[in-house]
C-alpha cells in the first residue's frame, strides 16, 4: 500500500500506528536525504510539497465528508511531531494552512464549507493565516487593515507581514476590521478567506535565522474586492473570538513541533556521546553529559505528555486554551534548551553545517514566538488559573 493510501485509511486507534509508520518511512527515505539541501540553500522543497499533495497532508485535520484525512488532533500532532525531529520548517508548510481549514470547518458557512474545504484538502488551494502586522502582532485588535462595505461586497485596504506561505500560497484567512471604530475594539473584527487576485499582491521573501525554504512575506491590500460571502460565518464582528478557536489547534501544533526538535536534539546526543571519546572514555560516561542527557530526555518527555493532554482535550470537545498554552510553553523552550544542549554536547560539530544540530537552534526560537509568544501563554495560563478556581 502506497504512503498515501495508508494515510486516507483514517485515525482510530488501530490506524494511528500504521500512520506514523508511513510518515516516518516517507520522512526518512524522500525527506530527511534533501533537508540539508534546501535548508542550507533557503529553496522551496517543490517535490516534496507535491508529494504532500498526494498523501493528503493539506486536508490532515479537515473531515473526511470534505475530502480530508478527519485526523484527530491527537494523532495530527504525533504527525506533526515525527516530521519535525527530521524537519520542522516542513509542517510549516500545512499547519498553518490547517488553521484557515480549522477556521472554515469550525466557523464557516455551509456554502464556505462545500466551496473551500475539498479544495483545502487537496492542496489544490493552498495558503495560510495572515494576522499580524507591522504594527500589531501580539495585539491583534490593534490591526488597522480595512474592510469596508461596498454594496454586495467589501474592499480591502492594509498590510499583513510574516504571513507563513505568503508566495507559495494562494488563499489566506485574513484578520480585518470591519468596524474599526467599535468599542471594545474586538468587536469590529472579522475574518476573510481572501484569495489572490487584483489588488492583493506579496513582498519578496522575508530573510530569518531559520526556519528556511519555508517563505514568509508581507501581503498587500489595495483596493481589494471581496464578496460578502467571504466573511467567515457570514456575519461581521466574530473574528477575534473565531482567532482564539484557531490558535488552540496552532498552539497543540506548535507544541508538537517543539516536541519533535526537542526529541530530535537529544536523540543525536545520544548517539554522539556514546562514540566521541575523551580522556578515554566516551563523553556519555563523563557525568557532566550524563547529567545533560537525562534533563533533555526529562524535558521531552514531559513536553510530549503535554501536548497529548492538550490534544486529547481538544478532540473531546472541552476548552483546552491553558492545556495548549502549556504544552506550547513547555514545548517550545523545551525545544530551545535541548538544541543548545546537544550544541554543548557535539562541542565543535554541533556548530558545523555538517551535523543537524545548528538548524535545531535556528529552528527552536520560533516556537517560543509563533502563535501567541511564550510572554502570552504565561499569562493565559495564569488568567485560566484564576478563572478555573475561584475563591
Ligand atoms: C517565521 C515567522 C513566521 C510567522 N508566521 C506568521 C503567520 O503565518 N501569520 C501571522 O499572522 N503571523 C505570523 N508570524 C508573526 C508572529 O505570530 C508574531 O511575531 C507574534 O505574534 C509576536 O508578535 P510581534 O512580533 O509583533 O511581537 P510584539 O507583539 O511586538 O511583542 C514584543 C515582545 O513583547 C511581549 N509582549 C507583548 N505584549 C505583551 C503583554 N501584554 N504582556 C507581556 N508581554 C508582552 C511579547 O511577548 C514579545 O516578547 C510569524 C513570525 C515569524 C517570525
Known sequence: MSVAEQLNTGSNVGEEAQILDSIEKWMERDVRPHVKHFDHADEYPYEIVEQMKEMGLFGAIIDTEYGGLGLSASTYAKVVERMSGVWMALTGIFNSHLIMATLVQRFGTDDQKNHFLPKFASGELRGGLGLTEPDAGTDLQAIRTKAILDGDHYVINGTKTWITNGIEGSCFAILVKTDPEADPRHKGMSFFIAEKADGFTVSGKLEKLGYKSIDSAELFFEDYKISKGNIVGGVEGQGFYQAAGGLEIGRINVAARGVGIATAALNDSIAYAQVRKTMGKPIAQHQAIAMKLADMATRAEA?????????????????????????????????????????????AYGYSKEFDIERYYRDAPLMCIGEGTNEIQRIIIAKQLVARNPV
Request: glycine content about 6%; aromatic content about 4%.
Open 303 to 347: 513536553a510530549r505528555l503535554l501536548v497529548e493532554k492538550a490534544a486529547a482535550a481538544y478532540d473531546a470537545g472541552e476548552r483546552c486554551d491553558m492545556e495548549a498554552g502549556m504544552a506550547k510553553l513547555f514545548a517550545s523552550e523545551a525545544a530551545l534548551e535541548n538544541s543548545i544542549e546537544a550544541m554543548r554536547i557535539h562541542g
